[in-house]
C-alpha cells in the first residue's frame, strides 16, 4: 500500500502564489514518476505538471512560465510552486505516484487539496 499525503492548498488573490506538497509512503519500490493534476467542477481531470524519477518535467501548456515542479528524491515528496495565480487555476489537485512494481506500473492518488483563487 502507497499513501500520499498533500499539503499546501487554499485561498489566494489572482497573482498570488502557492506551494503544494505531496509525501509518498508504504510500499515505495521504485517511483517511475511524481505528478499534479487538477479537476474542476464539471470538467476532465488534466495533467497539470510531472517529473520523472530522471528529473525530467514537463508543464502542460496552460502553466507553463508559472508554474515549477521539484522533487525530494529522499523524502520521496513532490512540490509544486505556483506563482501568478489565475481564477481559471481554480480546482482540486491530486496528487499522482507512479511506482514500478515486478514488471508493472501501478498508480496511486492523493486525497486532493483545493486550490482557489479569487479577489
Known amino acids: 500500500q502507497v499513501q500520499l499525503v498533500e499539503s499546501g492548498g487554499g485561498l489566494v488573490q489572482p497573482g498570488g502564489s502557492l506551494r503544494l506538497s505531496c509525501a509518498a509512503s508504504g510500499s515505495i519500490a521504485s517511483i517511475n514518476a511524481m505528478g499534479w493534476h487538477r479537476q474542476a467542477p464539471g470538467k476532465q481531470r488534466d495533467l497539470v505538471a510531472t517529473i520523472t524519477g530522471g528529473g525530467y518535467s514537463y508543464y502542460a501548456n496552460f502553466v507553463k512560465g508559472r508554474f515549477t515542479i521539484s522533487r525530494d528524491n529522499a523524502k520521496s515528496t513532490v512540490f509544486l510552486q505556483m506563482n501568478s495565480l489565475k481564477p481559471e487555476d481554480t480546482a482540486v489537485y491530486y496528487c499522482?505516484?507512479?511506482?514500478?512494481?515486478?514488471?508493472?506500473?501501478?498508480?496511486?492518488w492523493g486525497q486532493g487539496t483545493q486550490v482557489t483563487v479569487s479577489s
Open positions: 499522482n505516484v507512479k511506482i514500478r512494481r515486478g514488471n508493472g506500473e501501478y498508480d496511486y
